[in-house]
């Protein structure tokens, strides 16, 4: 039997060969008739570390060339592609029950990234990230993390190249999510609460509010100081770059073939939105075939009330990091000291959109929705009933926005085709969905003055 023959009578599972994994990641860049703007350079962006010396160069000229590059396709290395067929292709779903739970005529798919070793689609970009970092000589790779996603796949990544780990976990996360930092340390990575009393940037975080509950840009801002003070270290980013997204096409790549034997093309794609690594890996791809074939398809970001940088941020230019050492870049931000509610969500609090994805929402290629988090873990508890997959709260943000399709599609008697990604697994997040049974969540949004504080030294 073939393999697309087993797939049509499993009824609602698409799977592919391991030798059907992409030999190439997409880039975006060449099919996009707008500007993306390039980063700033200049005195007035030239970072220094918190003794005063340049920060060094922190990508390997590999991936540096990547993120610059004009070419449509990019070969992915061999050693990668090998590391990808220990679990890729993903299963593309059908969520029949889920549609049956819901009365709508609407098909709804959904690209199932919580088969990797680390659970998330991280693991994407963290294995060529460690395969180029190790081919130019580094020894140790410094990161920051959100909910963890990013700090347990670039750990595990780093093991099979002899690679040390050091990751920068937010604090909010760290105390929610205790069992992500062990997985990093199982996997050899050293692991520090952020912000910490090991940087400069973290003591002076503390020092202005010593309950601080963290964010990604002070873990970032912490990382690349520590990795300029130790020889033979390098930071490294687990989204919003454009090197980052390039690698997570590998998702998109394979749910076009997927959804082609289902026969079905998407009207509706969804993805939540933290820095955008997630939802450009899913949606890039069908943007390129939806422009081939004029399908008219919607790309819908979803990120929190609680960090909204697209519908309720400005298009600026501004760092990646709370301390403003990175190059600044034109994104849609809150501003980088911006510090978010200390949601579940930890992986959708930064508090800017990537470059990419930002020009396009700007030119209304690309659209954007805010959920609160009672009905984030109402979407995710509904489909775990239903498909038997516990959504993690990143990922139940796309899972609340796809019901909502399916529901307006109910209103209106369409047969709308949705497709949704679910990066992760939420089974290290069951201390989160205990507190939502228990009527333990709240809802949180900045004020507009919150906002306007934020981003007033930017204007």
């Given at each position: 039997?073939?393999?697309?023959?087993?797939?049509?009578?499993?009824?609602?599972?698409?799977?592919?060969?391991?030798?059907?994994?992409?030999?190439?990641?997409?880039?975006?860049?060449?099919?996009?008739?707008?500007?993306?703007?390039?980063?700033?350079?200049?005195?007035?962006?030239?970072p220094l570390s918190g003794e005063g010396h340049p920060i060094q160069p922190q990508l390997p000229l590999s991936m540096f060339r990547q993120a610059r590059s004009r070419s449509r396709f990019v070969e992915i290395p061999e050693?990668?592609?090998?590391?990808?067929?220990?679990?890729?292709?993903?299963?593309?779903?059908?969520?029949?029950?889920?549609?049956?739970?819901?009365?709508?005529?609407a098909h709804i798919y959904f690209k199932y990234e919580g088969t990797s070793p680390s659970g998330s689609h991280k693991l994407n970009t963290a294995l060529p990230q460690a395969y180029y970092y190790q081919r130019s000589g580094?020894?140790?790779?410094?990161?920051?993390?959100?909910?963890?996603?990013?700090?347990?796949?670039?750990?595990?990544?780093?093991?099979?190249?002899?690679?040390?780990?050091?990751?920068?976990?937010?604090?909010?996360?760290?105390?929610?999510?205790?069992?992500?930092?062990?997985?990093?340390?199982?996997?050899?990575?050293?692991?520090?609460?952020?912000?910490?009393?090991?940087?400069?940037?973290?003591?002076?975080?503390?020092?202005?509010?010593?309950?601080?509950?963290?964010?990604?840009?002070?873990?970032?801002?912490?990382?690349?100081?520590?990795?300029?003070?130790?020889?033979?270290?390098?930071?490294?980013?687990?989204?919003?770059?454009?090197?980052?997204?390039?690698?997570?096409?590998?998702?998109?790549?394979?749910?076009?073939?997927?959804?082609?034997?289902?026969?079905?093309?998407?009207?509706?794609?969804?993805?939540?939105?933290?820095?955008?690594?997630?939802?450009?890996?899913?949606?890039?791809?069908?943007?390129?075939?939806?422009?081939?074939?004029?399908?008219?398809?919607?790309?819908?970001?979803?990120?929190?009330?609680?960090?909204?940088?697209?519908?309720?941020?400005?298009?600026?230019?501004?760092?990646?990091?709370?301390?403003?050492?990175?190059?600044?870049?034109?994104?849609?931000?809150?501003?980088?000291?911006?510090?978010?509610?200390?949601?579940?969500?930890?992986?959708?609090?930064?508090?800017?959109?990537?470059?990419?994805?930002?020009?396009?929402?700007?030119?209304?290629?690309?659209?954007?929705?805010?959920?609160?988090?009672?009905?984030?873990?109402?979407?995710?508890?509904?489909?775990?009933?239903?498909?038997?997959?516990?959504?993690?709260?990143?990922?139940?943000?796309?899972?609340?926005?796809?019901?909502?399709?399916?529901?307006?599609?109910?209103?209106?008697?369409?047969?709308?085709?949705?497709?949704?990604?679910?990066?992760?697994?939420?089974?290290?997040?069951?201390?989160?969905?205990?507190?939502?049974?228990?009527?333990?969540?709240?809802?949180?949004?900045?004020?507009?003055?919150?906002?306007?504080?934020?981003?007033?030294?930017?204007?």
């Open positions: 039997m073939t393999v697309e023959q087993s797939v049509n009578a499993a009824g609602d599972v698409f799977t592919m060969d391991p030798g059907q994994v992409p030999r190439h990641w997409y880039n975006i860049l060449p099919d996009l008739d707008i500007e993306v703007p390039e980063p700033a350079r200049g005195p007035s962006s030239a050693p990668v592609r090998a590391q990808y067929q220990r679990w890729r292709p993903t299963p593309l779903y059908r969520a029949t029950r889920l549609e049956r739970e819901l009365g709508t005529p580094i020894r140790e790779i410094v990161t920051g993390t959100g909910a963890g996603q990013w700090g347990s796949a670039l750990a595990m990544a780093c093991r099979p190249y002899g690679i040390g780990c050091t990751v920068f976990m937010v604090r909010c996360s760290y105390e929610q999510k205790p069992y992500r930092g062990v997985l990093m340390r199982l996997n050899g990575a050293r692991v520090l609460l952020s912000p910490s009393e090991e940087t400069e940037v973290g003591r002076a975080a503390l020092r202005a509010d010593p309950d601080t509950p963290g964010s990604l840009g002070i873990a970032n801002a912490e990382a690349i100081e520590y990795a300029n003070s130790r020889p033979g270290a390098r930071f490294s980013i687990g989204s919003g770059e454009n090197h980052v997204l390039l690698h997570q096409t590998v998702i998109g790549e394979e749910a076009l073939t997927q959804m082609a034997m289902a026969g079905e093309f998407p009207d509706v794609v969804i993805g939540a939105m933290g820095a955008g690594s997630n939802f450009a890996g899913l949606t890039f791809p069908f943007y390129r075939a939806a422009k081939a074939e004029n399908a008219g398809t919607r790309f819908v970001a979803v990120e929190p009330e609680a960090c909204p940088k697209m519908t309720r941020g400005r298009y600026l230019m501004d760092h990646t990091d709370y301390s403003g050492v990175t190059p600044m870049v034109k994104m849609y931000t809150l501003g980088h000291k911006f510090t978010a509610y200390h949601i579940h969500a930890g992986g959708l609090r930064y508090h800017g959109a990537a470059p990419i994805v930002s020009a396009m929402y700007d030119k209304g290629l690309v659209e954007a929705v805010s959920y609160g988090q009672t009905r984030v873990f109402e979407a995710g508890v509904a489909f775990a009933k239903a498909e038997g997959i516990v959504p993690a709260p990143e990922s139940a943000h796309a899972v609340a926005c796809a019901i909502d399709e399916a529901l307006e599609a109910r209103r209106r008697q369409s047969r709308r085709v949705i497709l949704f990604g679910l990066s992760g697994h939420g089974l290290l997040d069951l201390g989160a969905y205990e507190k939502y049974l228990s009527g333990e969540i709240v809802d949180s949004a900045p004020s507009d003055a919150d906002i306007q504080a934020s981003l007033r030294s930017l204007e």
